[in-house]
């Protein structure tokens, strides 16, 4: 009886502050599996339902006995994934296959591009005003796809779709802290661009706070940002990509949302989103994020850049402009 108390004590004490719907949809992956542990820790959730083809009932039963606000449903099978999207604030997607050495992001198109076309035209049908974090890569084409289905199904609204660039952020915060023996907490380093090798871009000049790199720095800081994904695939050897480091990133960028629509004026991430910031149609950057999904883009960080990333930013543009063609051209083409 005494452990009983206890435990309905802490249940009380554990109401949730808010009561917002999560869904993530690839939930028994290796970034499904760690970021719904990350977003059952949320006080700001009330609801999370986890989606996959497979194996996800297991995932469910053991994240339910921990002793956090939410409650864990799970949805096997394309039968089951409408009932998971109803009335869901924020929608995370990491479905789809990663790469192994070797690969790059682009060789994952071919099955990936369909695994995002039929989950968006769910989400579509059943919570066309979520937030949609899109985590399947390439990124670059997969976000555009995305777009044109939401198009397509007459609900596409621009500033609730984003791709999900915050492990680049991430590292870029790491590895810099790192290099110059920084405070972790303190630094924060804008990445523009896309998420894939030379389309990924960190500003090192907009770092905050402000440091001073050499040019070896710069290069040397640069290469490995974009190189990361590449260095965790590497010491998989196989086994995937990267999976925790991920699920902490997809975390962050679900408590911001989560943050946002509850009225918090001070969200700001960087993110992969339609723009106008450049020529390309879509383009990360940080955003500012509010009730409503983007409340605004922040163009300053793309003036007053060094000579070294304005050639950067001139480099990325043809690659990150053919990947979103093509993920365009995937929907349009489709009878
Ligand atoms: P994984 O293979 O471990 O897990 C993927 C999960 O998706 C599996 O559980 C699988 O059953 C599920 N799945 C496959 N088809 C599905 C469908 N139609 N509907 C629902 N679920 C489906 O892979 P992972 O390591 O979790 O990576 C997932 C994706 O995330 C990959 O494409 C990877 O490249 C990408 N990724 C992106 C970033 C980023 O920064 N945006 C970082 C890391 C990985
Ligand atoms: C990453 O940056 O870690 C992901 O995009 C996965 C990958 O393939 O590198």
């Known amino acids: 009886p005494e452990a009983q108390k206890a435990n309905q004590k802490s249940q009380n004490g554990l109401q949730p502050v808010a009561s917002y719907k999560v869904a993530i949809l690839g939930a028994a992956g290796g970034i499904g599996q760690p970021l719904a542990l990350l977003i059952k820790m949320s006080p700001l959730v009330s609801?999370?339902?986890?989606?996959?083809?497979?194996?996800?009932?297991g995932v469910a039963a053991d994240l339910s006995h921990c002793n956090t606000p939410s409650q864990v449903q799970d949805f096997t099978g394309a039968s089951e994934l409408g009932n998971c999207l109803k009335g869901v604030n924020v929608v995370v997607i990491p479905a789809g296959v990663p790469r192994k050495p070797g690969m790059t992001r682009d060789d994952l198109f071919?099955?990936?591009?369909?695994?995002?076309?039929?989950?968006?035209?769910?989400?579509a049908d059943n919570c066309p005003d979520a937030f949609i974090h899109i985590i399947s890569n390439p990124v670059n084409s997969t976000v555009p796809i995305a777009a044109e289905v939401l198009k397509q199904k007459g609900v596409y609204d621009p500033k609730k779709l984003f791709g999900v660039t915050t492990l680049?952020?991430?590292?870029?915060n790491t590895f810099v802290a790192q290099k110059?023996?920084?405070?972790?907490?303190?630094?924060?380093?804008?990445?523009?661009?896309?998420?894939?090798g030379i389309t990924i871009l960190p500003l090192l000049s907009k770092t905050k706070p402000s440091v001073n790199f050499t040019n070896e720095e710069?290069?040397?800081?640069?290469?490995?940002?974009?190189?990361?994904?590449?260095?965790?695939?590497?010491?998989?050897?196989?086994?995937?990509?990267?999976t925790l480091s991920m699920a902490y990133a997809a975390a962050r960028f679900v408590e911001s949302s989560l943050r946002a629509l509850d009225g918090d004026g001070n969200v700001?991430?960087?993110?992969?989103?339609?723009?106008?910031?450049t020529d390309l149609p879509f383009f990360a950057s940080?955003?500012?994020?509010?009730?409503?999904?983007?409340?605004?883009?922040?163009?300053?960080?793309?003036?007053?850049l060094s000579e070294y990333e304005e050639k950067a930013?001139?480099?990325?543009?043809?690659?990150?402009?053919a990947s979103i063609e093509k993920g365009i051209a995937f929907v349009q083409k489709q009878p």
């Open 47 to 57: 609801a999370l339902n986890l989606y996959d083809i497979a194996n996800v009932k």
């Open 268 to 277: 700001y991430e960087c993110s992969f989103v339609q723009s106008d910031l």
């Open 286 to 304: 940080r955003i500012k994020l509010g009730r409503k999904g983007i409340e605004a883009l922040i163009p300053s960080d793309l003036s007053g």
């Open 110 to 123: 071919n099955i990936n591009a369909n695994i995002v076309k039929t989950l968006v035209e769910a989400v």
């Open 313 to 321: 930013l001139e480099a990325l543009k043809p690659e990150l402009k």
């Open 168 to 172: 680049d952020v991430v590292r870029a």
């Open 218 to 242: 710069v290069e040397q800081l640069t290469v490995r940002i974009q190189n990361a994904g590449t260095e965790v695939v590497e010491a998989k050897a196989g086994a995937g990509s990267a």
């Open 180 to 196: 110059k023996n920084l405070k972790l907490i303190d630094v924060d380093v804008p990445v523009v661009g896309g998420h894939a």
